[in-house]
Every structure is written in structure tokens, then in C-alpha cells.
């Protein structure tokens, strides 16, 4: 192999072999996910453009289509779909819909966009579903390797990163992945859960000062919340619960200043090389309607049932208003033990259901209507005016 | 390649009707040769099936090339889209299903191929292989999958809502769902590429159905509109 790469020898093209299209000299930076491991089944051509760019001698399909811009396809990649994920106080709900299309044509209304990637993390993925798959596959592989090398779980941040240099080679192509990883970092130790109460007892102090300049419109409810926590903050104290989450902090400002080593994540990696953290991120055509749903009635407080209630709604929203999400919706809820999984739900009982109370809704108001004309009918003396004001 | 028609002017120069302003020619490296494959399990069967039409524009290249590749005992692909590409792949895959036989001493399940045609087609992710795929196969111990269906190719969208109500009971209220049969199975698929050469220019001629039982695979042959 190595007098191979000196000569600038190069095989014929068969899929089975290596990838020997980048030149070895350039060492461990440069290698992309596919040399990794040898032996693996993901061994295949890297985009046009890089062959183009070596001086060796082309093969038959590197001449074929160096010169040339990449084809048009002849068929669209799949696209469309509404998927979000948002941290509270106990954990991370990451929720998804199921539909997968292809331009005008649902290829599958059960496909799943959520996958598992190890206990305490979850990736949604949306863009080109051939492109998630393979690559969720990838990061899993990789995040096995760097747990079995150091002897620790990679955080949600740093599998973000690992994401992001792995698809960053072929940026420029139409690789479309755009995925959101929703997970728990942190181990469980007591050593963590001390540091954990230090933090809280610094961040608590700091909440005191955040609660004077309360946003005014939400000072009343805020107060009330921060009162619920604090109080919660004293039993945790006190019993030395296993659970850290609930000495997390609840403002935004204090967790970016303190970092917080564990707790819930969500971040956003993307094949254009973009990387965002946050609490709150939806991706897809439907997540204009979903973070419409999600603005109004995230809280850091949230229990969990109001969490998973909102993720539902915000869903079916989207569902509704987005032709190329629909058909189910699918749950996921993490937290310090793991993730868990609820029942996929069909949408199509939630539309009806809903139709259901708007009848019922409009058939109350109907009534209030009669029962009002018919009291002024009663009181009024014939003067046409009072039945309109009424 | 198409021959399109043209017409000779008095003194053998070719005669253009409109004048569209200056065309570019580029080369494409995919056509489309038309073909519909479906297939469907049941419980301890699966059949897979697809007409026997290649064309390619408004011309018939052939009646009788049908899109049915048998790969082992349990487990036969239907490939539709280009012809190129389904005769280059279905090599592959036979290729592949060789060496695998002869590295480890046995066939490849019909999961494991699944898998293999997966990484397969990725492996050319920058220049498609233009072939819609379906594999219809019984697993080691000869099941199938239990009331499962997809169809594929130039007539699969017309096939699929048809095969959602009749296979998977949907869109529909209060109906008894009976486990599928080999027998209704059979007669269903004929049913529906009848129903498909009607309206879909590219399916007709013949329809051939591979019927995968743990006794082997078994042909069928039916005819279809001609026109």
C-alpha cells in the first residue's frame, strides 16, 4: 500500500476498495471518516471536486465527471419534516414527526427520524434521509470508539463537534444533514453531584439579584416559580437527592456564565458547517410552526407532563400546517437515567378529537348567543339598538 | 438514443420549424427505461413482481425483459429505472453475494443483502445509481414479514394507495383484517398491473411475479396490454 501511494499507483475503481483518492502524506487530519477504520464497509468515492484537485492519473470515472459540474440528478432526495428538541428542568424532550417525502410523493409515513445513539443521547435528523442515516450510523460508530478509548461518554457538545468535522469534506456538495443532538452529559457520581451543589449554592445568590429584574410582565408568575425552586433547592439540599437537575439553575444567563458540566443539552449540527447550542431548536420546513407553538409555552420550569404536552402540540401544529410533515409523532424524553420512549402517535385521532371540541365549542357559544337574544327580547322595549349592543 | 423525425427541405437541408434561439446540448448519463416492481409478504411467503416492458421515450425496446433478479433461494430484487444501471448493479450484487458465499461458507440473508445494497448505492452518492429497488425475501428460518407491501418504479405511486387500502386496511373504518394468503395475494398483484398498465404508458406487455416459498422460487407468467 504504502509503495502504491509513492508510485501514485492507482487501482481500477471497484467499490470494494479503500478510498485511495487523498494522498496518505497529509496524515490524520485529513482523513476522512471512511479511512478510519479499514476494514469497514464505507468505503466510497468522495465528492468530484477533491479528485479533480490530485495530480494522478484518473481513473475511468474521475475523468468521466471531474470536468464536469456535478449531474442532475434524476430524481429529488428527500426533504421536508418538522423535528425539535428543548431542554427544562428535568431533562430533554426531543420530538419528531414521521413523514418522508420525495418532491410531491411520500416515500414512507412511518419512517423514524429520531434514532438512539447511546443511553443518554438522541439525534433528530432531518435533510436527505439517505444522508442521516449513514451519517447518524457514523457518529455512532465513532462515539463507541472514543467511549471504549477514554473511558468516558463524549458530551452532547463534543459529539456536536465530532459531527461537524466529519461532514465538513463534503461541504460544498449536496450532502443535506442537518441534525439536532439532545442528550444528558455528565456521569452520575457523587463527585459531580457535590460540584453540582456548590454551583447551585453561587447560582442561587446570583438568582436572588435576576429576581428583582424580572421581566415585568412575567415578574408575577416568575416569582411564584422561583419561589417553587428555591423551595426545591432546600429539600435537595437537605436529602441529598440523587437527581441533580433540580438544583439546576433557571435563568439562562447564569447557566452560560457557570457552564454546568452535566445536565440536559440540545445542539444543532448542519452539513453547511453551522453549530448552534440552545434551549430550544426546531429544524425543518414545519418548524416556523413549531417554534411559534414552543415560544409561547416553554418554561424551565416545566414539569414533564407540560413538556410533553407541548412538544406534542407543537408537532401537530406543524403537521397541520406543513404539507410535508404529518402522519405520526414520536417522543422521546431524556434525562440523568437514560432515555425514554412514548408511544408513536397517530395524528390523524388528535385532528379528529380537536374537530370534536370546536364543535362543541361552537355549539356552547350558539347557545350563550340564543339565551342572550332571548333575555333581551325579554327586557328590551322593542328598541332595535339594544339587541345589536348586547 | 431517440431518433426524433425531421423534416427535408427541397434541396436536402434540414428544415427546423420554430427558430428557439441558441439550444445547449449536454450529455446525460441517465434515461429512463420505465418498469413497475412490487412486492409483497405475508406470513411465510413473499412475491415480488414487475412487468416486462423496457422503453425509452415514446419507443418499445423490448416486450420480454422482465425486472426480476433472482439472487439466491430466499431472495429475489425487482430493479426498475434505468436499464444500465439495474444491469450494472444486479452484477454487483451477484458479485458480492459470491465472495461473501465463498469467505464465509454461507448465503447472504435477505436482511444482510439489504444491508450490503444500502451501503451499495451510497457508495454512489455523487453519481446516483438511477434504480428504484425492492427486495422481496424470506429470513433464515423462512418467514416473511407479516402483511407487508411496497411498489416502485413508474407506476408505484398509482400501486401504493391501492395496496395501503387492500393490504394494510387503511383509510378505512370498521373492517375485519384478515392475514393475507398466498392464493389472494397472487390474484391481488395481477389485479393491480392490470389496473396499472391501464393508465401508466410504461407498464404493460407482460407481468412476471417470483413467488418465494421455503420450497424455492417459483415463476408465474400473465399476460398484459400490448399497447
Known amino acids: ?390 | 438514443m431517440m431518433i426524433s423525425s425531421r423534416v427535408f427541405g427541397d434541396n436536402g437541408k434540414v428544415k427546423e420549424y420554430h427558430y428557439t434561439g441558441p439550444v445547449e446540448h449536454k450529455f446525460s448519463p441517465y434515461a429512463f427505461n420505465g418498469g413497475t416492481v412490487l412486492a409483497v409478504a405475508g406470513e411465510d411467503f413473499a412475491l415480488v413482481a414487475s412487468d416486462t416492458r423496457l422503453s425509452e421515450g415514446y419507443s418499445i425496446h423490448s416486450r420480454d425483459s422482465p425486472k426480476c433478479y433472482k439472487l439466491t433461494d430466499t431472495t429475489v430484487i425487482g430493479c426498475s429505472g434505468f436499464h444500465g444501471d439495474c444491469l450494472t448493479l444486479t452484477k454487483i450484487i451477484e458479485a458480492r453475494l459470491k465472495m461473501y458465499k465463498h469467505s464465509n461458507n454461507k448465503n447472504m440473508t435477505s436482511g444482510a443483502i439489504a444491508a450490503m445494497l444500502s451501503t451499495i448505492l451510497y457508495g454512489k452518492r455523487f453519481f446516483p445509481y438511477y434504480v428504484y429497488n425492492i427486495i422481496g425475501g424470506l429470513d433464515e428460518e423462512g418467514r416473511g414479514a407479516r402483511d407487508t407491501y411496497k411498489a416502485g418504479g413508474s407506476a408505484s405511486a398509482m400501486l401504493q394507495p391501492l395496496l395501503d387500502n387492500q393490504i394494510g386496511f387503511k383509510n378505512m373504518e370498521n373492517v375485519e383484517q384478515v392475514p393475507l394468503t398466498l392464493e389472494k395475494a397472487v390474484q391481488l398483484v395481477k389485479d393491480v398491473f392490470i389496473s396499472a398498465a391501464e393508465r401508466d404508458v410504461y407498464t404493460g406487455d407482460a407481468l412476471k411475479i417470483c413467488i418465494i416459498t421455503k420450497e424455492g422460487v417459483r415463476e408465474e407468467i400473465v399476460p398484459l396490454r400490448k399497447d
Not at chain 1, 375 to 381: N, Q, R, S
Open chain 1, 1 to 390: 500500500m504504502a509503495l502504491q501511494d509513492v508510485c501514485g499507483f492507482l487501482e481500477t475503481l471497484d467499490d470494494i476498495s479503500p478510498c485511495t483518492y487523498l494522498p496518505n502524506e497529509m496524515g490524520y487530519m485529513r482523513r476522512t471518516p471512511f479511512e478510519f477504520d479499514r476494514d469497514s464497509a464505507f468505503h466510497f468515492l468522495p465528492p468530484p471536486q477533491q479528485c479533480s484537485r490530485k495530480n494522478r492519473a484518473p481513473t475511468l470515472f474521475s475523468s468521466t465527471f471531474s470536468s464536469l459540474s456535478p449531474h442532475q440528478q434524476p430524481f429529488q432526495l428527500s426533504h421536508g419534516t418538522t423535528t425539535l428538541g428543548f431542554i427544562f428542568q428535568d431533562g430533554v424532550i426531543a420530538a419528531a414527526d414521521t413523514r418522508a417525502s420525495c418532491k410531491g410523493l411520500i416515500c414512507c409515513p412511518i419512517s423514524q427520524k429520531i434514532m438512539p445513539i447511546h443511553s443518554h443521547l438522541v439525534v433528530n435528523t432531518s435533510g436527505s434521509g439517505a444522508d442521516c442515516m449513514l451519517w447518524e450510523r457514523i457518529l455512532t460508530r465513532e462515539m463507541r470508539l472514543y467511549q471504549l478509548r477514554h473511558r468516558k461518554r463524549l458530551s452532547v457538545n463534543g459529539a456536536a463537534k465530532l459531527l461537524s468535522m466529519m461532514l465538513h469534506p463534503f461541504k460544498g456538495t449536496n450532502v443535506c444533514v442537518a441534525a439536532t443532538l439532545c442528550g444528558w452529559d455528565g456521569e452520575e457520581t457523587q463527585e459531580t453531584l457535590q460540584s453540582c451543589m456548590e454551583i447551585a449554592d453561587v447560582k442561587k445568590a446570583v438568582e436572588q439579584d435576576s429576581n428583582v429584574s424580572a421581566i415585568s410582565d412575567e415578574s408575577a408568575q416568575g416569582s411564584v416559580k422561583m419561589a417553587s425552586i428555591n423551595e426545591q433547592d432546600e429539600i435537595s439540599k437537605d436529602t441529598q437527592a440523587l437527581n441533580p437537575t433540580v438544583s439546576d439553575q433557571n435563568t439562562k444567563n447564569v447557566q452560560s456564565t457557570f457552564g454546568g458540566r452535566s445536565g440536559p443539552r440540545v445542539c444543532y449540527v448542519c452539513s453547511d458547517g453551522l453549530q448552534l447550542k440552545g434551549e430550544i431548536i426546531s429544524v425543518g420546513s414545519g418548524s416556523p410552526y413549531a417554534y411559534a407553538v414552543l415560544d409561547d409555552g416553554w418554561r424551565w420550569g416545566m414539569t414533564v407532563d407540560e413538556a410533553v404536552a407541548l412538544a406534542r402540540e407543537a408537532v401537530f401544529r406543524a403537521t397541520h400546517w406543513d404539507a410535508y410533515s404529518g402522519n405520526n409523532v414520536d417522543l422521546f424524553h431524556i434525562t440523568a437515567h437514560g432515555w425514554r420512549r412514548r408511544d408513536r402517535e397517530d395524528l390523524k385521532e388528535e385532528y379528529y378529537r380537536e374537530r370534536e371540541r370546536e364543535k362543541k365549542k361552537i355549539k356552547e357559544r350558539e347557545k350563550e348567543r340564543q339565551k342572550r337574544e332571548g333575555d333581551e327580547l325579554v327586557e328590551g322595549e322593542g328598541d332595535i339598538y339594544s339587541v345589536h349592543c348586547g
